[in-house]
């Protein structure tokens, strides 16, 4: 694309690639990073958000430096955490998992966490860290169950996804909706702005919604 940096997503996540193109930005490639996304014996969440951020940057770094074409991009990654207190929640891959999870969050306040790392054309390094405070109704064994069923919950932070169903367990949030989906919009934008990446080249001929 004539005019505009080479832009890489460190993700192989379809709500992130969907965040990024309602801000106007399409990425030249997908750089999803296998790295292990366990939390540390004793770790909390907000260093854990930042730590496997790093992590996935570097991973796409690293395989970003042996193509040609994407060598010298803006690389931006991204992990997300959900934690009640100081306890991180699983990203819910099992019916069991997402059940405990739910049950948790019914009735509780929680924060999510979104750390985003950014890496520029010269490989220096840019993270931020975003938090949101969600309140969740209390859940009946028949809403858990249900959603359960729906399997929305699978791989995700915390056993559910906000931007479905469980969007109407929301009784409120403080702070960045996008960033509980996934990557916070305004930070996301904000820090690529910062570093040059011409963020508004895509708006021109954007398709309004």
Known sequence: MLGRPKFVLASGS????????????????????????????GELPRACANR??????????????LDDELRGAFILSADTVVAVGRRILPKANLVDE???????????????????????????????????RVRFKRLSEDDIQAYIGSGEWRGKAGG??????????VVKMVGSYSNVVGLPLYE???????????????????VGV
């Open 98 to 132: 997402a059940a405990q999870c739910l049950r948790l969050l019914s009735g509780r306040n929680h924060r999510v966490y979104t750390a985003i790392c950014l890496v520029t054309p010269r490989e220096a390094f840019r993270q931020r860290l975003v938090e949101t």
């Open 52 to 65: 496997l951020a790093r992590a996935k940057a570097d991973a796409a770094l690293k395989s970003v430096q």
């Open 160 to 169: 559910y996804a906000v931007q479905g169903i469980a969007g109407s367990f």
């Open 14 to 41: 379809p709500r992130r690639l969907s965040l990024l193109n309602q801000a106007g930005i399409e990425p030249d490639a997908l750089r999803p990073a296998d790295v292990d996304e366990t939390p540390k014996r």
């Open 188 to 206: 996301t934008t904000t820090l690529l702005g910062g570093e040059g990446f011409p963020i508004r080249f895509g708006w021109l001929n954007a």
